[in-house]
């Protein structure tokens, strides 16, 4: 299995480029120059993200995607950024901004002010998620600019911690089944003539964490979310851009091959909190431990994971420029797996997290690659009514 060397260029194409692109399509002017996709100038766009859609699966696993497929060819392949998670995408995706600068920097990380880990997907007794992540997102760039911006997801996100941390600004519309979010999509596109919609769609991710990315199962969701796409092509107005991308890939990874941090009392000398998630651990130490706790993670793991220091972590760029504010929040060491590889606590994790067959989090090239499929304006300058 591949794993990139090196961190994302986070001044090229990557999924922090996403939205800054659309917005600059839309002509706002915050964002102007912003493109790196070459984007078609248009007037509305509807942006759709696929969780766990990866570009690697979607290749491996085109035949049951004939819309996505053909679409491939102009397709852009994209790192997600790191960690390989859906908390710190939707902060790169929502600001345009790498992790280190928006401050959500994994699945559970370490909230300073308690000494308590936050999982960033929940939020649940999380602090001011503006406090957390103060930076203007795109959403709200462009609605200052005049543009109708609309997000379309299930009811439980609108409001929530990591909503209203990343993906703040316009109106949402809550709608559970992906077929009326594709209607509302179409609605609120055409009632506008200078709009953006963000519509989201999890179940991709949900069906690869049971029953793995590899799964009839995870074939057939992707065959239900190509025909929606094709559908919402075809209905929105002639002069609207269609913009369809995704927050990570995933691997399977056996259950057997998996360490258990319960049965290894020595990797756990030192260290205070885990965070982060099984394909890519965070781990905060008691003062002073951090070389001695390396050096025996290091010894136990070989090279099944890469351990590294947060400073070098940040000096190497995985987490792009980092406020000051967000790096006691990354931990004292990042342990990021290798081949098809990961850690659990069963212990400390939950049940649910344990049994996920599907994983993400790593930097190998099936979870960090996403896609950026334009499907650009059928006419261009077209009324759409």
């Known amino acids: 299995m591949t794993h990139r060397s090196h961190a994302p260029d986070w001044s090229a194409g990557t999924l922090a480029s996403v939205l800054p692109s659309v917005a600059d399509s839309l002509g706002v002017r915050a964002f102007a120059g912003a493109d790196r996709f070459g984007l078609p100038p248009a007037p509305r766009c509807v942006v759709v993200l696929v969780d766990g859609l990866g570009y690697d699966l979607l290749a491996q696993r085109g035949g049951h995607a004939p819309f996505l497929r053909g679409h491939l060819p102009t397709a852009r392949r994209i790192p997600c950024g790191f960690p390989t998670t859906t908390a710190t995408s939707m902060g790169s995706f929502g600001t345009g901004l790498p992790p280190g600068s928006h401050g959500l920097v994994g699945f559970q990380v370490l909230d300073p002010e308690t000494d308590r880990l936050l999982n960033e997907l929940s939020w649940e007794d999380g602090p001011d998620p503006l406090r957390w992540q103060p930076s203007r997102t ?23 911690g990591l909503t209203n941390a990343a993906l703040r600004g316009g109106r949402f519309v809550a709608a559970k089944r ?3 979010r594709v209607t509302a999509s179409v609605e609120n596109v055409r009632a506008t003539r200078r709009s953006l919609v963000y519509l989201y769609w999890g179940d991709v991710d949900k069906v690869g964490h049971v029953h793995g990315c590899q799964s009839w199962q995870w074939g057939d969701e ?5 025909r929606a796409l094709a559908d919402l092509a075809d209905r929105v107005p002639a002069d609207t851009s269609l913009v369809v991308t995704a927050d990570h890939g995933m691997v399977d990874v056996p259950f057997e091959q998996r360490l258990d941090l319960a049965h290894e009392p020595s990797l756990m000398q030192g260290v205070r909190h885990v965070g982060g998630e099984p394909r890519n651990l965070q781990l905060y130490l008691e003062p002073g431990a951090t070389d001695a706790v390396a050096q025996t993670w290091r010894g136990r793991l070989g090279g099944l994971a890469h351990v590294m220091s947060r400073e070098q972590a ?4 995985w987490f792009g420029l980092t406020r000051p504010a967000v790096l006691p929040r990354i931990g004292d060491l990042v342990v990021v797996m290798q081949d098809r590889f990961a850690v659990v606590h069963s212990g400390l994790m939950r049940k649910e997290i344990l049994a996920l067959l599907g994983v993400h989090g790593s930097t190998s090239e099936a979870e960090i690659a996403v896609p950026v499929i334009v499907v650009p304006p059928r006419a261009a300058g077209a009324g759409g009514g």
């Open 314 to 317: 940040v000096d190497e760029g």
């Open 178 to 180: 992906l077929e009326e």
């Open 222 to 226: 992707l065959e239900s979310v190509d």
């Open 138 to 160: 795109v959403f709200q760039a462009a609605e200052d600019d005049g543009v109708a911006v609309t997000r379309v997801g299930p009811r439980y996100f609108d409001g929530s």
